[in-house]
């Protein structure tokens, strides 16, 4: 069984997940953590719970989401996975964080490239890897069927979808996204975004004003 904790980092409010079960393997998604202070918390809730961090998720790299991945990879020494089109946005970084008025980011690379069909395991559980193109390049989303969730980044939010404006984005391709992948998932699915509350695909099928 699968406990999902979620923190909201940075400047930005992005949500950052460990996931976990009972063998307290745990995977981080989308570490966000910015200063020394988000770093601790999480670092502490790791410790408290007695958690082995075995892998890092990125749904994608845009630089909200890998604020904390280098200080991930050394604390726990694992590596990070992400879509290799994701490479787009690592690239860029430094200039977003211009873009963006933010001081300083950690340089960071993907060690390990991950597509549609995957299943990344830790402990008894997996998650299944889904592609989902249009926020950025290289989005994807990771699904759990057993217990009918996605860790879905910045596809869509509660009656909202990602923005496409950021270099790489395509507003089509996210659509077709949405409408041909996350909308294929069971209405009951519950979808934790990157930003903002849960929602569930059942709820943004009837009432998400972008679709
Ligand atoms: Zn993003």
């Known amino acids: 069984m699968i406990q999902i904790a979620s923190f909201e980092f940075s400047p930005f409010s992005e949500n950052t997940y460990v996931l976990y079960d009972e063998t307290l393997e745990a995977v981080v998604i989308d570490p966000g953590c910015y200063d020394h202070y988000e770093r601790q918390q999480l ?5 408290k719970n007695k958690l082995k961090v075995v892998k890092l998720l990125n749904t994608h790299c845009h630089l909200d989401h890998v604020f904390g991945n280098e200080f991930v990879k050394k604390t726990w020494h694992v590596q990070a996975y992400a879509h290799d089109l994701e490479n787009f ?3 860029f970084l430094e200039a977003s964080a211009r873009m963006f008025g933010i001081g300083h980011i950690d340089p960071t690379r993907i060690d390990s490239f991950i597509e549609e069909g995957d299943l990344i395991e830790f402990g008894k559980s997996s998650l299944e890897v889904i592609f989902t193109p249009g926020h950025s390049p290289g989005h994807v989303v990771f699904y759990n069927k057993e217990q009918n969730f996605c860790i879905n980044g910045d596809v869509l939010f509660k009656m909202s979808i ?3 404006d950021l270099p790489g984005g395509n507003h089509q391709q996210l659509i ?3 409408k041909q992948k996350m909308f294929t998932l069971p209405d009951e699915t519950i979808i934790y975004t990157g930003h903002g509350n ?3 695909i059942g709820f943004e099928k009837t009432h998400n004003p972008f679709l």
């Open 198 to 200: 849960p929602t569930t």
């Open 162 to 164: 990602g923005r496409t």
């Open 89 to 91: 946005n690592i690239g």
């Open 176 to 178: 077709n996204s949405i």
């Open 43 to 47: 670092k502490d809730f790791i410790e």
